[in-house]
């Protein structure tokens, strides 16, 4: 198993660009959820699903928005780019829907550059 | 909303002292989760606290839960250069499936 994966590993953007944060699971896990780390700001939770075609929000949801049509892919897209949005970017899954009873795996992350 | 805080956000050792990290929570926790970040990584799970005043240990490291479910601590015994990131608490927010990250100590070993 691959575990999770998410593409791309650095990325470079202007503000006003749109993009999208690939992240993929192999392992069948129900939840799914996308963290963003800031210096001194620990992990603040953006956006989470418990299932496929269910989404919802999280701590910082603002400027981001998340679909779950399948039960592996979960991407992320910024929809107009600010340089707020500097950040890395991290992708979680979790075996069942009770997210916060389960070990969280975490991806390698997205480091993500607006300038 | 429920915050999980976390004390100290820095902490400088000398290799063979020890670690204490602390997580205090605003609100009783149903459980309480511990992951650990080298530089440049992701977070990986250490373990979960379930039980008012569970105490676990996992060889050097040693993690309790508080009687009240407010508060937790990790402890590590005669710091390696190995234990070098960043820890963070974790617990749930509310009756919601959203998990709240505390803001992390980070911890650094001089050999």
């Known amino acids: 198993n691959a575990g999770v994966t998410q593409t791309p590993k650095f990325q470079v953007l202007k503000t006003g660009q749109s993009m999208t944060l690939q992240c993929a699971q192999d392992?069948?896990?129900?939840?799914m959820s996308w963290y963003r780390q800031d210096p001194g700001m620990g992990l603040r939770l953006i956006h989470y699903?418990?299932?496929?075609?269910?989404?919802d929000q999280g701590e910082v949801p603002n400027g981001y928005n998340v679909s779950r049509s399948t039960t592996e892919d979960f991407p992320l897209r910024l929809l107009s780019a600010a340089p707020s949005q500097t950040s890395v970017y991290f992708c979680?899954?979790?075996?069942?829907?009770?997210?916060?009873?389960?070990?969280?795996?975490f991806g390698p992350g997205t480091r993500l550059t607006v300038l | 909303g429920q915050q999980v805080m976390q004390i100290p956000q820095y902490q400088h050792v000398q290799e063979g002292e020890d670690f204490t990290t602390y997580c205090n929570s605003s609100?009783?926790?149903?459980?309480i989760q511990w992951y650990k970040q080298r530089p440049g990584g992701h977070p990986v799970f250490l373990i979960q606290?379930?039980?008012?005043?569970e105490v676990k240990k996992q060889k050097r490291l040693t993690f309790q839960f508080g009687e009240a479910k407010k508060n937790s601590s990790l402890h590590i015994t005669a710091t390696q250069t190995t234990d070098v990131g960043t820890y963070f608490c974790?617990?749930?927010?509310?009756?919601?499936?959203?998990?709240?990250f505390g803001k992390g100590t980070k911890l650094t070993v001089n050999p």
């Open positions: 609100t009783t926790l149903s459980n």
């Open positions: 699903s418990v299932g496929a075609g269910i989404t």
């Open positions: 392992m069948n896990h129900e939840y």
């Open positions: 979680a899954s979790s075996p069942t829907s009770r997210a916060t009873r389960d070990e969280q795996f």
């Open positions: 606290l379930v039980k008012s005043g």
């Open positions: 974790a617990g749930p927010q509310g009756g919601s499936e959203k998990l709240v």
